[in-house]
Nanobody, 124 residues
Framework: QVQLVQSGGGLAQAGGSLRLSCAASGRTFSIYPLGWFRQAPGKEREVVAAISRSGISIYYANSVKGRFTISRDNAKNTVYLQMNSLQFEDTAVYYC?????????????????WGQGTQVTVSS
């Protein structure tokens, strides 16, 4: 079992930056592949980025590639999402998630533990 608590987010202007953090407690953090997802009003939850247990393997959705960076600090039990060059279309509730499996995953249904969600609003 792992608990995920998110922080960061809020309001930014288009072209600006925000950083999301997700701190974990419970079982050993480093054994979990992690992901960031988002859900805009009226849309399904979608993967934004995912990172393997070691941090070596990383996946980005095409829509954020080159603008967002996922990273993890296993010593601090924390995963981050640095969001640069924000666009209006990035407005959504963002969720961090942990997968109890061994390999990096990109599907919502494959993740077992979820943070509480954080609103990110980008003004155009």
């Amino acid at each position: 079992q792992v608990q995920l608590v998110q922080s960061g987010g809020g309001l930014a202007q288009a072209g600006g930056s925000l950083r999301l953090s997700c701190a974990a407690s419970g079982r050993t953090f480093s054994i979990y592949p992690l992901g960031w997802f988002r859900q805009a009003p009226g849309k399904e939850r979608e993967v934004v980025a995912a990172i393997s247990r070691s941090g070596i393997s990383i996946y980005y959705a095409n829509s954020v590639k080159g603008r967002f960076t996922i990273s993890r600090d296993n010593a601090k039990n924390t995963v981050y999402l640095q969001m640069n060059s924000l666009q209006f279309e990035d407005t959504a509730v963002y969720y961090c998630a942990a997968d109890s499996g061994a390999t990096l995953k990109t599907e919502v249904r494959e993740y077992d533990y979820w943070g509480q969600g954080t609103q990110v609003t980008v003004s155009s």
